[in-house]
């Protein structure tokens, strides 16, 4: 009966770390995990970099926003002013 109890435990708690694992997985990302791969690249205007990186084959998302930087959710004139330290950027999955 005590080995029972042991193992059943050892059930729960291994259970429980898989799913807290699971739902770790899916936080985050805007994308549907797929075994994607991403890189962020922050090349000037993101605008401008979006369209290229839309157009390839194999990319399933291009998202927009900043990188790097001090102030917390900045927007787009707090980032165009300079003083945030963030760069446009893009995020291609």
Request: charged share 20%; net charge negative.
């Amino acid at each position: 009966m005590k080995k029972f109890i042991i193992t059943l435990i050892a059930m729960l708690v291994l259970g429980g770390m898989n799913m807290a694992q699971a739902g770790e997985a899916g936080k985050g990302s805007a994308v549907t995990p797929k075994n994607l791969e991403k890189a962020t690249f922050a090349g000037g205007c993101f605008w401008c970099m979006e369209p290229p990186f839309e157009k390839l084959k194999g990319v399933d998302a291009v998202i927009s926003g900043y990188t790097g930087g001090r102030t917390e959710n900045p927007t787009y004139e707090e980032v165009s002013s300079g003083r945030t330290g963030h760069a446009e950027a893009v995020e291609v999955h």
